[in-house]
């Protein structure tokens, strides 16, 4: 430092200048080693990630609904409550359906023993044309034996014409015990009881009353949980009407919605990680990409954009794609429809396809198809009880 009369002038020293560009120096390095290492991991790493907040947990809604006509008279399952596959959750009323079963029953019953005399008269027809012929053999022999007697004068020509008329009554009463047979045998033609034209038509009308009275119960066509219950007791409802839904949550995915220039690379199998805002990070689910959407969300909006009318403004557009989870997982840590997701895709791999690969999915039930076989099985009852034999 140096003085002077007027004040004091301080000068900087060499040192302070080294250290003023040493830490410029270093800051400089600084940024360029953390953009060398953030280019190094983008291209490592970051690149072959998709992420996207917009996605939610989706999945089948299954709606509960009658096939009849009729007033509830119970109601098993409320909201959120768990019900099983086949476990009846609606009652009508079937008091009218049980009287028409009833009727339809009884038709059978009385159908199955005509048809069964049918096949008895059949029997009877076939004795009556034996003994038919017999009386024809028996009239032949007869007139034989005059013919044969007749030259020594021991029979005389009206006998002799009494048996010629005998054999042919005979043969007329033959021919039409055969028609009576023949007539017989074309009702039951090819048939058996149960197979019998008419027995057929009482059994379809006891299959419809069957399950006419059946479908007063409504069973949860899949295991689940109940939500959006509407029906009340002593309500008067008809086909269609929607009474409730059962969400089975263990088959639940998530449609998360990426923009248009993140779809590139992606791929159907892909691997995928998602994690639910509800239980936070520390809960990784593991998926894969199982499809993706035919259109954008505002293609298929109540009311999709008409960018043709001139007023146009670019938006990016994202299109839903569908990730399905590990049931396993699902399991420990059940999810909600509708809750948000955080989802990152692998996209490292892209030699997949987008679309010829999708699988199909099959969702089925099989809770209705016992009403046509206990019909059945009451059919066969019915007929074996009332068959002749």
Avoid at 20 to 31: E, G, W
Avoid at 99 to 124: I, P
Avoid at 291 to 319: C, D, E
Wanted: proline content about 4%; overall charge neutral.
């Amino acid at each position: 430092m140096s003085e002077t009369q007027q004040g004091i002038v301080v000068t900087q020293t060499p040192t302070s200048n080294t250290k003023r560009k040493l830490l410029m120096t270093l800051l400089v390095l600084a940024i360029l080693f953390a953009a060398a290492a953030y280019a190094l991991y983008y291209f490592l790493v970051v690149r072959f990630h998709e992420m996207t907040d917009d996605a939610y947990v989706n999945g089948n809604v299954v709606q509960i609904t009658p096939q009849v006509t009729g007033t509830v008279i119970s109601v098993n399952a409320d909201d959120t409550q768990i019900v099983t596959a086949g476990e009846p959750v609606v009652v009508l009323d079937d008091a009218d359906a049980r009287v028409a079963l009833q009727q339809a029953e009884a038709n059978l019953a009385q159908t199955v023993r005509q048809v069964s005399g049918l096949f008895v008269d059949n029997d009877q027809y076939l004795a009556q044309v034996a003994q038919r012929q017999a009386d024809l053999s028996r009239a032949q022999d007869d007139l034989r034996r005059r013919l044969t007697v007749a030259q020594t004068g021991a029979v005389s020509e009206e006998e002799i014409s009494h048996a010629r008329d005998a054999v042919k009554a005979a043969i007329a009463a033959l021919d039409a015990s055969q028609q009576q047979l023949a007539s017989s045998r074309a009702l039951t033609v090819n048939t058996t009881i149960a197979t019998h034209p008419n027995v057929l038509a009482a059994a379809a009308k006891v299959r419809d009353a069957y399950l006419a009275n059946a479908r007063n119960t409504l069973p949860a066509p899949v295991a689940g949980y109940v939500a959006k219950r509407s029906v009340q007791v002593g309500q008067r409802v008809s086909p269609g009407t929607p009474l409730m839904s059962v969400v089975p949550l263990n088959a639940v995915r998530v449609d998360a919605n990426f923009k248009e220039v993140q779809l590139e690379h992606m791929r159907i199998g892909q691997p995928v990680e998602v994690t639910a805002d509800v239980y936070g990070p520390s809960v990784v689910y593991h998926g894969k990409v199982a499809g993706f959407s035919a259109g954008t969300g505002s293609a298929f909006s109540l009311l999709p954009a008409q960018n043709a009318t001139g007023n146009w403004i670019k938006v990016v557009q994202r299109l839903p794609v569908r990730i399905e989870l590990d049931p396993k997982e699902l399991s420990s840590h059940p999810l909600r429809i509708g809750l948000s997701m955080q989802v990152d895709v692998k996209v490292k791999d892209d030699s997949g396809g987008k679309l010829v690969e999708a699988p199909n999915t099959v969702n089925q039930t099989q809770v209705f198809r016992k009403f046509g076989d206990e019909a059945d099985a009451e059919i066969a009852r019915i007929i074996a009880q009332n068959s002749s034999g």
